[in-house]
């Protein structure tokens, strides 16, 4: 038996055990009409946590884990919590399922999904070949300057297509030795980027729409750009020192496909246009992918595994949506500081929704803790996710976690910072 297989063969025994524990708990836990008690804590906390360490133990089958977790929650929370405190436009199971679909899970899925394609047509337009044309001069200049090129860009665009093309862009520029701690300066740019933006991310878009002025996020800059600094050059200087950018200059790069990028473009305005006009992004991706499709089909293929990586997503953030989360604490910088170390393990988005029936945050501090927070794991975020799906090696979280540490002194820097210059103002919303 190899070494492989024996440390494999051990993490299943530690998983086992663990579950034997958890099922320990929920046996002797207190009943109640709101579901089991092991003390003052909700079992449906205890299941969560085995599902996050089932992802960390075995990120060869995270997909296999996930949903069968979200299987066990889901039959959990119907028949053993007939108290279940459900959305007030949601009374039930069935009707919360729709409820989350509508808003957040079809969304979600169908981004996932449409970027993948976006990212097959702007690797075909040999667009990335001729970028490095345009970088700086030098290897380490060359590869931070990629990362603030993704962190601007994903301030217009959504996270997810900022790192699908980050993605792209890296593979093809370090002639695809790229580093886990590349990948997740990736993720980190990303979902940085997208913090101060309303167009950005789905937790500021979320803001927005409740009411939440779009000046009322821009100072939240401050606090990305100094983690960036802090995460981008230790992986900028890691992956040149690994593998420098390849710039031949023997032979011109291959032309542009033209037509290939004008999809990019198109995918892309569609995305930013129904994001504000509808709510709902995903309708203006796909409806760009068919009409791109008449003159340059993208590689459907490609589809499989983003599937695969969406209906990991999809199955964590369900399972998050049937937490019983219905309080935080009160609003200060100790508690938004807070919810973005959550949101490397918890979905940002049920965090948002509390936060925003909360009412007096800081609005700024708030969406840079939980668009950028959940960076530090590599499923803490759709952007990770994403990146995951095309890179299989970012799925070992502890390899991540050990490879992206300058993400969390970049959380924590940029945190300080904003609140430094900028201090804490609780503002309340103005519904709209």
């Known amino acids: 038996?190899?070494?492989?297989?024996?440390?494999?063969?051990?993490?299943?025994?530690?998983y086992a055990g663990l579950m034997v524990v958890g099922l320990v708990l929920g046996l002797v836990g207190e009943w109640t009409p709101q579901g089991i008690m092991v003390g003052s804590v909700p079992y449906s906390f205890v299941l969560f946590v085995l599902i996050l360490l089932g992802i960390g133990m075995f990120h060869e089958h995270t997909l296999h884990v996930a949903t069968a977790g979200a299987t066990a929650v889901t039959l959990y929370t119907a028949l053993a919590c007939p108290g279940f405190e459900w959305h007030p436009d949601a009374p039930s199971l069935a009707a919360h399922l729709v409820h989350e679909a509508e808003h957040t899970l079809l969304n979600l899925g169908g981004l996932l999904l449409g970027f993948a394609l976006l990212a097959d047509h702007f690797e075909r337009s040999s667009a990335a070949e001729n970028l490095a044309r345009f970088l700086p001069r030098g290897q380490t200049a060359a590869a931070f300057t990629l990362l603030v090129l993704l962190w601007t860009m994903s301030s217009f665009l959504d996270n997810i297509a900022a790192a699908m093309i980050g993605g792209v862009l890296a593979t093809r520029l370090f002639q695809a030795r790229v580093t886990v701690a590349y990948l997740a300066a990736i993720v980190a740019a990303s979902n940085a980027g997208g913090a101060w933006s309303v167009l950005g991310d789905t937790t500021t878009t979320m803001m927005w729409i409740e009411g939440v002025s779009p000046l009322q996020l821009v100072h939240c800059m401050l606090a990305a750009a100094v983690a960036l600094v802090c995460f981008g050059l230790p992986a900028a200087r890691r992956q040149v020192r690994e593998q420098p950018m390849v710039r031949d200059h023997a032979e011109l790069p291959p032309p542009v496909d033209w037509l290939r990028l004008l999809n990019v473009f198109l995918v892309l305005a569609g995305a930013v246009t129904t994001n504000i006009l509808l709510d709902k992004p995903f309708v203006g991706v796909w409806a760009m992918?068919?009409?791109?499709?008449?003159?340059?089909?993208?590689?459907?293929?490609?589809?499989?595994?983003?599937?695969?990586?969406?209906?990991?997503?999809?199955?964590?953030?369900?399972?998050?949506?049937?937490?019983?989360?219905k309080a935080l604490p009160e609003p200060s910088t100790a508690t938004t500081f807070f919810l973005g170390m959550v949101s490397s393990v918890f979905d940002n988005i049920p965090l948002t929704k509390l936060a925003i029936e909360q009412s007096g945050y800081d609005w700024g501090l708030l969406s840079f803790a939980v668009g950028f927070g959940g960076s530090m794991m590599w499923f803490g975020s759709s952007a990770g996710v994403a990146i995951a799906a095309a890179h299989p090696r970012v799925r070992h979280t502890g390899r991540y976690i050990v490879a992206g540490w300058p993400i969390a002194i970049g959380y924590t820097a940029g945190f300080l910072a904003l609140y430094a210059v900028f201090g804490w103002h609780p503002t309340p919303i103005d519904p709209r």
Do not use: D, N, T, Y
């Open 289 to 325: 992918l068919l009409l791109g499709s008449l003159w340059r089909a993208p590689h459907w293929r490609s589809l499989v595994p983003a599937a695969k990586g969406a209906l990991f997503l999809l199955s964590l953030v369900w399972c998050a949506s049937l937490m019983p989360v």
């Open 1 to 14: 038996m190899s070494s492989a297989e024996i440390i494999r063969r051990r993490w299943l025994f530690a």
